[in-house]
């Protein structure tokens, strides 16, 4: 066994495991962090086969995607920011973990060399986004805008979702301001003069 099968099979196992971390754990901060971990694994892995635009790709669009996700959650939720706060300990194993793991496959990618094709044959010379980027945009464009319209809708409804007046929230209304005239603020009252009458 070479050490690019080797360390591909090690990549598979981590991406595996922390898959089953992100469905497993209880609470969002812990699934977030083995989700940003499963990304990076994936990434690592289209590497070792030589797909290094769809890496880069993986790592800016997913990892920045599962932050979105996280506030998402934390908007449906309406999570006690006080409370992550005061248990921000009890994340820092998970994340020191993460974060070893995430340096290891790095690591491992640098020292596996020349990447290969899955066949096995060494890769081409030069760089794939070009032919990507033809299948995407002339091949396969209807398909990728039907997508991108997909996402916009799913933005949409996200913001429709968590959009939501709370009682404790104090406002301004700049309208009902501006309408205000001088005898509403002020009001004048006259009290009878009892006091008078009995000196």
Known sequence: MSFQTAVFYLFAAILVFAALRVISVRNPVH??????CSFFTAAAIWLL????????????????????????????????????????????????AVGA???LEMVLVILSGTPASPSGA??????NTAALGRLLYI???????LAAVLLLVAIVAA???TWRRRREKKSQSPGEQVKVRARDR????SLPSENRGNR
């Open 31 to 36: 699934a977030a962090l083995w989700l940003v």
């Open 49 to 96: 086969l030589g797909a290094e635009f769809l890496a880069i790709v993986l790592v800016l669009v997913y990892v920045g995607a599962v932050m979105v996700l996280f506030l998402f959650v934390v908007m449906m939720l309406d999570v006690n920011f006080d409370e992550l706060r005061r248990h921000f300990r009890s994340h820092l194993p998970v994340g020191v």
């Open 122 to 127: 060494p890769a081409t010379p030069g760089s």
């Open 139 to 145: 091949d396969y464009v209807y398909p990728f805008e």
């Open 101 to 103: 793991l995430v340096l």
């Open 159 to 161: 913001i429709a979702l």
């Open 186 to 189: 002020v009001r004048l009252v």
